[in-house]
């Protein structure tokens, strides 16, 4: 039951992405966000940008899940300390990885403005 209910709620989250994207942009397929990833269409510093946004975004993602997944174990603990400590450390951990590709973004943003002359 419980892995029915953490695999609906990341299926959500995943899912949400393309909803949104057919929401706004009415044609566009989703396969095709992937095409900058194409080595063969794009040159290396392209390829690089667009790959390492793609971590980091896939990273935001997992922490986010990790996050939804641990605050339902705290939620279910019911009072049994072990099961709170480990879902309060899955939590710190879950907000720290967001904090870090947070400041990934941050941190491309400006090497690819001040060091690549890119913008």
């Not at 892995?3 to 989703?30: E, N």
């Amino acid at each position: 039951m419980k892995i029915s209910k953490t695999f609906g709620t990341l299926s959500t989250v995943f899912l949400s992405q393309f909803l949104v994207l057919k929401a706004y942009a009415a044609d566009v397929d989703p396969l095709s966000l992937l095409d900058p990833l194409n080595p063969m269409k794009t040159d290396l510093n392209t390829f690089i940008t667009n790959a390492i946004n793609f971590a980091i975004t896939l990273a935001a993602l997992v922490c986010v899940a990790i996050l939804i997944a641990s605050g339902y174990m705290y939620i279910t603990a019911s009072g049994d300390e072990a099961k709170v400590e480990k879902a309060t450390k899955s939590m710190t951990g879950a907000i720290i990885g967001l904090v870090i590709c947070f400041i990934a973004v941050i941190l491309v943003q400006f090497v690819l403005k001040n060091l690549l002359e890119q913008k």
